[in-house]
């Protein structure tokens, strides 16, 4: 399990904020206040299911566990990532 900080993007490092899509919750995510969305990056770290990633939003730097990954395939070092936000 690691964190993967994209507080500051760089080429070939960066979360794409125009891509976030807010992906239908599960029953028990209301009760636990969390909230789910996918979003496309570019990592230099291959993001795996259960790591964290820390980004920059309008209420300051929040982190969210990824629970699922797609990979893009081209480039290799893109992936849409599904996290769940508390």
Not at 5 to 28: M, V
Not at 36 to 52: A, I, K, L, N, W
Not at 70 to 84: A, L, Q, R, S, V
Request: charged letters at 30%; proline letters at 5%.
């Amino acid at each position: 399990m690691k964190e993967i900080d994209f507080t500051k993007n760089y080429w070939g490092h960066a979360i794409h904020p125009d891509t976030f899509r807010q992906e239908k919750s599960k029953l028990w995510d209301f009760f636990k206040n969390k909230r789910r969305y996918s979003v496309m990056v570019h990592s230099s770290q291959t993001p795996c299911e259960g790591d964290f990633i820390i980004y920059k939003s309008a209420g300051g730097e929040k982190k969210a566990k990824i629970y699922k990954t797609n990979p893009c395939g081209d480039p290799k070092d893109m992936f849409t990532i599904f996290i769940e936000v508390s």
